[in-house]
């Protein structure tokens, strides 16, 4: 792997690099600018990401685009409402010496599309959870190490559609970002669809490899963040809290609970790395602004008066904020 003289000869490399991904996925995805933003900045963070919109909005080729971007291995699994644990973490077999082998799973991979992820039972969900938090699985009592980078793009369709289930809590605290796919806009489906009802199909070139992406996630770590900025996110976590002695007006009033301080965690990372993006050095306020919708959106929880009222979680993080 190349090397660096400094963390900020380093850090001007990672804001270069981002620009040639950002590049290499236009050449498929259309607009989508900010959706793109933050899943290349979780994968910097190593964090997990969950997208959520309708079908149709290629949230499944926004993924395999990305994957295709990057030197890492790739594995998709489809999330049916039959699909059982050990087909994603792998199960023990019998050999011809009758001796137990393990067979992996397809989890095994650097990038795990779990698509649709909410449309199997959460006792399936919830084979995941030790892969997304400790990079390991454990089978009949055996662990096997995960290997780096790893990561989960999860896509999920709104709950109110059917045949889904609800992601249990424990699930969606580990995924970093939740990010919200809407319709495009005229301009930019008038060019999806002059690009892909042709014959022609671009090619995404891989632009950085597994160890340049350890490095740089290493990097993120080491950003320096000053103190104020650190109580910014974690009072703007406290806010959430309802009645809780830092709680605001808004949260007392339309929340069942609040985030806990793997938000806070997750704030202070991702504006460390939406920093070095927009080629900063040291998060600011507003970087924590960029990042904490996607962040708190899946962590805060409506009580019956926000739904009766028809105040969405979106509003009342816009108001914390």
Request: glycine residues 4%; proline residues 5%; negative net charge.
């Amino acid at each position: 792997m190349e090397k660096y003289n400094s963390d900020v000869e380093a850090a001007n490399a990672l804001a270069e690099t981002y620009q040639r991904l950002r590049r290499e996925i236009a050449k498929v995805i259309v607009g989508q600018d900010e959706v793109v933003h933050l899943l290349l900045n979780a994968i910097f963070c190593q964090g997990h990401c969950l997208l959520v919109g309708v079908p149709g909005l290629a949230k499944t080729l926004l993924i395999q685009t990305i994957a295709s971007s990057l030197e890492l291995s790739f594995n998709r699994i489809q999330f049916t409402p039959d699909l059982m644990p050990s087909d994603i973490l792998g199960s023990e077999t019998l050999d011809k010496e009758r001796n137990f082998k393990f067979i992996q799973g397809p989890v095994f991979a650097n990038i795990i599309l779990a698509d649709e992820i909410n449309r199997t039972p959460p006792k399936t969900q919830s084979a995941l959870l030790e892969s997304m938090q400790e990079f390991a699985v454990t089978i009949s009592g055996k662990k096997y190490e995960l290997s780096r980078p790893f990561f989960v793009l999860a896509t999920q369709n709104p709950i109110e559609q059917e045949g889904t289930y609800p992601l249990p809590e424990a699930q969606l605290d580990r995924f970093m970002y939740n990010i919200q796919l809407d319709y495009p806009s005229y301009e930019a489906e008038v060019d999806i669809v002059k690009r892909t009802t042709t014959d022609e199909k671009p090619a995404v070139e891989k632009v950085i490899s597994s160890e340049e992406i350890l490095y740089f996630q290493h990097l993120v770590r080491r950003v320096p963040v000053p103190d104020n900025v650190i109580d910014y996110a974690v009072k703007l976590v406290h806010k959430t809290r309802p009645n809780t002695a830092n709680a605001s007006a808004e949260a007392n009033e339309f929340l069942e609970w609040g985030a806990g301080p793997r938000a806070s965690q997750n704030l202070i990372l991702g504006a460390k790395c939406n920093a070095l993006l927009k080629g900063k050095y040291s998060p600011d306020m507003e970087d924590i602004r960029a990042v904490a919708l996607s962040i708190l959106r899946h962590r805060i929880v409506r009580n019956f008066r926000a739904e009766a009222e028809g105040v969405s979680l979106e509003n009342i993080v816009q108001k914390l904020l």
